[in-house]
């Protein structure tokens, strides 16, 4: 015997916070909704754990970041669950799923039935170890995708003051931890195989911009190359690292950020999947009626692309396939397929980045490339399909996402290089 629901979402992160709000404001009776979720606390704005929460000063700390603050909605407390009678089980993972059945069993063996099934269960950290490095359980290797791993990263951070870090991967993670750890008074070497940083999105120009910046602060950059092993000291910690031509790099700390992949392991050979991401359709529902997927884990039609089906690993899709998907399931009749237009963004230093849009074509930069406020258009067919911005204020950056909602035609390029964001304020 175990508990019945009729909504029950697995996971409990920013999706599943969204998720509830929508719930609650559609009406959502008491001892219908339940969430699981392996962390032990409930949803929260994931972004704040690269940013306020590694700060040295007035950190960012929990009930602060609960979801929906992160968009100027309801801060979902515990004690908010409680009210609206929505059962948060924390501390808990779902084992197994059978569809079929409509049930879910945890780790402890308590089976979960549901009538509506919402995945909500994000991604995990790729390991080292994936890539052929021998992992230690050295407690100074940092990942960073849970409220825990963010609170042993603040832990080692706090013993490292004045030393030096090493971080693997020059993506999202790589360069808002660098940023961080910098501002945590870490010397950082930051080591990745590509060219340049932020290689799937940012063009030679706009990397260059951001290592130069960051080379002001004193991040040193080795790139083009990957880690081949670590060396440790008597009691396990890390020491040094060692690259793969050889370069030795002594240190107190390594930070990790090599990537994700989606927790979709519970449901394969039992819902479809695509771009390695569970496929739904406009209302973010499976190959299985009864169960929708959002956020992380769930590849879903791009309307502005052709409907080709995108898995988008930001925060702004999770929450709003969420709530879509709770739109879909309450009053269907009520909403259109999801149209949604891609947007990620980033904040290190004092510097602030958005990007909407889709990263394919000709790229035309624009702006001032030292003091900042510059950025690119990406351009396909015509059509301004992509657009980036760094430095912008409010208007800018709705600017820059309407030509790219609207796919604003481009006559002549020379003008779009010239004119930057006041291009797109033509919109
Ligand atoms: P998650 O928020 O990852 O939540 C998934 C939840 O499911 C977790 O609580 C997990 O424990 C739980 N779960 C998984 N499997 C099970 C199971 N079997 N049983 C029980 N529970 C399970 N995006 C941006 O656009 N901007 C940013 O600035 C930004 N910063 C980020 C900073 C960090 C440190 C990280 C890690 C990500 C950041 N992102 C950012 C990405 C953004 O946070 C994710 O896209 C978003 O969290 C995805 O939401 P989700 O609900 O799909 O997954
Ligand atoms: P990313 O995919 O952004 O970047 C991973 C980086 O690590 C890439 O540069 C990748 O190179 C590189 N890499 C891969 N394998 C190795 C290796 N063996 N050694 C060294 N480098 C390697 O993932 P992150 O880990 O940075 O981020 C994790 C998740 O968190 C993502 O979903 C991201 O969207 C999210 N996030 C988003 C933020 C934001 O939107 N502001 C902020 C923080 C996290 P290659 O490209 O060649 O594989």
């Given amino acids: ?225 990957v880690l081949s092993s670590f060396e440790n000291d008597s009691d396990g910690k890390v020491t040094e690292v060692v690259l793969r031509d050889g370069t030795r790099i002594p240190t107190n700390m390594v930070v990790v950020g090599i990537g994700i992949r989606p927790n979709t392991g519970l449901f394969e050979g039992q819902l479809a999947i695509e771009k390695g991401g569970i496929k739904v359709n406009g209302r973010m529902q499976t190959s299985n009626s009864s169960v929708f997927a959002v956020g992380d884990v769930a590849s879903f039609p791009v309307k502005l692309f052709g409907s080709d089906i995108r898995r988008l690993e930001h925060v702004d899709s999770a929450r709003k396939t969420a709530s879509h998907a709770v739109s879909a399931i309450i009053a269907p009749e009520t909403i259109s397929d999801f149209d949604y237009l891609p947007f990620f963004y980033s904040r290190v230093f004092t510097l602030s980045w958005q990007f909407y849009g889709d990263s394919v074509g000709e790229v035309i930069h624009y702006g001032d490339f030292v003091a900042g406020r510059c950025g690119a258009y990406w351009i396909d067919k015509g059509r301004i399909v992509g657009a980036f911005l760094e430095g912008g204020d409010r208007d800018d950056y709705a600017a820059i996402a309407e030509a790219v909602k609207l796919k604003m035609v481009v006559k002549e390029k020379g003008e779009v290089e010239e004119l930057g964001v006041e291009f797109a304020s033509r919109a």
């Avoid at 699981?36 to 704040?48: D, G, K, L, Q, T």
């Avoid at 609170?151 to 971080?167: E, P, W």
């Fill in 1 to 225: 015997m175990g508990r019945a629901f009729v909504y029950v979402i697995l996971g409990g992160g920013v999706a599943a916070g969204y998720a509830a709000l929508e719930f609650a404001r559609r009406g959502v009776s008491a001892g219908e909704l339940c969430i699981i979720s392996e962390e032990s606390v409930a949803p929260y704005e994931r972004p704040a754990l690269s940013k306020g929460f590694l700060l040295p000063e007035a950190p960012a700390r929990l009930p602060a970041f609960h979801t929906c603050v992160g968009s100027n909605e309801e801060r979902l407390t515990p004690k908010w669950y409680t009210e609206q009678g929505i059962e948060l089980v924390l501390g808990t993972r779902v084992k197994s799923a059978d569809v079929k059945r409509k049930t879910l069993t945890t780790a402890a063996g308590e089976t979960i039935s549901y009538k509506i099934l919402i995945i909500a269960t994000g991604a995990r950290a790729l390991k080292l170890g994936e890539f052929g490095v021998r992992e230690s359980d050295a407690e100074n290797i940092c990942y960073l995708r849970n409220f825990a791993d963010a609170t042993k990263l603040v832990s080692i951070i706090q013993t490292c003051n004045g030393g030096n870090a090493v971080v693997i991967g020059g993506g999202y993670i790589g360069m808002e931890c660098a940023a961080a750890l910098v501002t945590n008074r870490i010397k950082v070497t930051m080591v990745f195989p590509e060219a340049h940083c932020m290689a799937r999105l940012f063009t030679p120009k706009i990397a260059d911009f951001y290592e130069t910046y960051y080379e002001s602060k004193g991040v040193h950059f080795i790139k083009g190359t």
